[in-house]
């Protein structure tokens, strides 16, 4: 008997987190965040971190976890997630996958094997050193020549995520994103439901635009100061989160906070234009565009209790 899984995901700002917690009373369900931001400690205003308050007494897992130093990546979030969902089935309760990064959505929902993954220390030493004396920008051109359909989803101030599309390429011949293509292809060991939000472009862009104004008026600059006093670097995968590296920019003297907020804001809109072309490459999806449903959580919940339903997941 395949175990239930729930995925609830989307484009950042769309209303993950609200319907989550629906969503959870309704199942009696446990969240586990796939959010690449979230997991770090201190980096709360920026990662639209869910409130203590907010979570209504529904467990949450993989939030407040690392420390923003500590190495955070694909293979230990699925390590982490995997481990927090046999606790939650011993519990009685189901697990709910919630967040944006598709990539590690994917990664527990078909029980990627990452163990016969190489690396090479001399390649990406070297492709490392090209990034810090010639920019991240040169890795992706050449990430764009091998495999463009990579280079298409990976922004190229992912760094460690270009590199490893390069590295991957280097070591097998094969594109990174035709071997995700086949990874794609894997059937799921979970009795799952794919629930993926979606809203209008205009408005979800609006929210974005909101949501960033939000985060100076909460004190985002005074968190990133509180960051950089605490020593964390912009070379650091978390520092390199939408918002922190251009607040760091801010405040070093680079750019005004107007250019920051500008930046953050683009390149917000940018993420969620990936996030949607990811999930829509995605199989056996449900989408939930918000409009359908008159903004209404109630309705969309009833549509998804149908669905869990019908596929035997709630009973």
């Given at each position: 008997?395949?175990?239930?899984?729930?995925i609830?995901?989307?484009?950042t700002?769309?209303g993950?987190?609200?319907?989550?917690?629906?969503?959870?009373?309704?199942?009696?369900?446990?969240?586990?965040?796939?959010d690449?931001?979230?997991?770090?400690?201190?980096?709360?205003?920026?990662?639209?971190?869910?409130?203590?308050?907010e979570?209504?007494?529904?467990?949450?897992?993989?939030?407040?976890?690392?420390?923003?130093?500590?190495?955070?990546?694909?293979?230990?979030?699925?390590?982490?997630?995997?481990?927090?969902?046999?606790?939650?089935?011993?519990?009685?309760r189901?697990?709910?996958?919630?967040?944006?990064?598709?990539?590690?959505?994917?990664?527990?929902?078909?029980?990627?094997?990452?163990?016969?993954?190489?690396?090479?220390?001399?390649?990406r030493?070297?492709?490392?050193?090209?990034?810090?004396?010639?920019?991240?920008?040169?890795?992706?051109?050449?990430l764009?020549e091998?495999?463009?359909?990579?280079?298409?989803?990976?922004?190229?101030?992912?760094?460690?995520?270009?590199?490893r599309?390069?590295?991957?390429?280097?070591?097998?011949?094969?594109?990174?994103?035709?071997?995700n293509?086949?990874?794609?292809?894997?059937?799921?060991?979970?009795?799952?439901?794919?629930?993926?939000?979606?809203?209008?472009?205009?408005?979800?862009?609006?929210?974005?635009?909101?949501?960033v104004?939000?985060?100076?008026?909460?004190?985002?600059?005074?968190?990133?100061?509180?960051l950089?006093?605490?020593?964390?670097?912009?070379?650091?995968?978390?520092?390199?989160?939408?918002?922190?590296?251009?607040i760091?920019?801010?405040?070093?003297?680079?750019?005004?906070?107007?250019?920051?907020?500008?930046?953050?804001?683009?390149?917000?809109?940018?993420?969620?234009?990936?996030?949607?072309?990811?999930?829509?490459?995605?199989?056996?999806?449900?989408?939930?565009?918000?409009?359908?449903?008159?903004?209404?959580?109630?309705?969309?919940?009833?549509?998804?209790?149908q669905?869990?339903?019908?596929?035997?997941?709630?009973?």
């Open positions: 008997m395949k175990k239930p899984l729930i609830l995901t989307g484009p700002a769309v993950k987190t609200e319907l989550s917690i629906a969503l959870a009373h309704m199942v009696q369900g446990s969240v586990i965040s796939a690449s931001m979230q997991v770090y400690r201190h980096m709360d205003i920026g990662s639209a971190k869910i409130k203590r308050e979570m209504q007494g529904i467990p949450h897992y993989l939030i407040d976890t690392f420390e923003p130093d500590e190495e955070f990546h694909v293979v230990k979030f699925q390590e982490y997630a995997k481990n927090y969902m046999e606790e939650i089935y011993l519990q009685g189901i697990p709910i996958l919630t967040g944006g990064t598709g990539f590690y959505i994917q990664a527990v929902l078909y029980d990627i094997d990452f163990t016969k993954q190489q690396e090479e220390k001399d390649y030493n070297y492709l490392e050193t090209l990034a810090r004396e010639k920019g991240a920008h040169i890795l992706h051109e050449m764009a091998v495999d463009p359909e990579a280079a298409a989803t990976i922004h190229e101030n992912n760094k460690k995520r270009v590199i599309a390069l590295e991957f390429y280097h070591l097998s011949g094969e594109k990174i994103s035709s071997h293509e086949k990874e794609r292809l894997r059937e799921s060991p979970y009795l799952f439901s794919y629930f993926v939000l979606n809203d209008r472009r205009e408005r979800l862009y609006d929210r974005i635009d909101r949501r104004d939000q985060m100076i008026r909460e004190g985002l600059v005074e968190e990133v100061q509180k950089k006093a605490m020593g964390y670097q912009k070379e650091m995968t978390s520092m390199q989160g939408l918002g922190y590296k251009e760091l920019d801010y405040l070093e003297g680079d750019c005004s906070l107007e250019e920051a907020l500008y930046r953050i804001k683009r390149d917000t809109r940018h993420f969620a234009k990936r996030q949607l072309t990811w999930f829509r490459r995605e199989r056996e999806v449900t989408w939930i565009p918000k409009q359908d449903f008159d903004y209404d959580n109630d309705k969309i919940l009833t549509y998804m209790r669905e869990l339903e019908e596929k035997q997941i709630l009973k």
